[in-house]
């Protein structure tokens, strides 16, 4: 059975920065396609980043485009997210997921394994 598992949450200040990592049991990081998602009260999960590690392909969502950045740590199995110059609107609980899907896209639909996730809280 995949188990995902966040840590690296918190709370800062505007402009700061975060790490975010995401150890992985029975699922290889370096063999399949992984995304992070988040989700603020009151909306929508959204796709963050996917990263697929046949490729090393990345997808990002425009909203964090520049500022966040994934990457696996094959040794570890472990897939990462950095986020520098954190902006309030970033504020939401993280999850990272894996997906068997042909294509690795941000759509939550396509992911069968989630974590239980991670909060992430920025202040202005």
């Known amino acids: 059975q995949v188990q995902l598992r966040e840590s690296g949450g918190g709370s800062v200040q505007a402009g700061g920065s975060l790490r975010l990592s995401c150890a992985a049991s029975?699922?290889?990081?370096?063999?399949?396609?992984m995304g992070w998602f988040r989700q603020a009260p009151g909306k929508e999960r959204e796709g963050v980043a996917s990263?697929?590690?046949?490729?090393?392909?990345?997808d990002y969502a425009d909203s964090v485009k520049g500022r966040f950045t994934i990457y696996p740590d094959n040794a570890k199995n472990t897939l990462y997210l950095q986020m520098n110059n954190l902006k309030p609107e970033d504020t939401a609980m993280y999850y990272c997921?894996?997906?068997?899907?042909?294509?690795?896209?941000?759509?939550?639909?396509?992911?069968?394994?989630w974590g239980q996730g991670t909060q992430v809280t920025v202040s202005s």
């Open positions: 990263f697929y590690s046949g490729s090393g392909s990345r």
């Open positions: 997921a894996a997906s068997r899907h042909p294509t690795c896209r941000r759509f939550s639909s396509e992911y069968f394994a």
């Open positions: 029975a699922y290889t990081v370096s063999r399949g396609c």
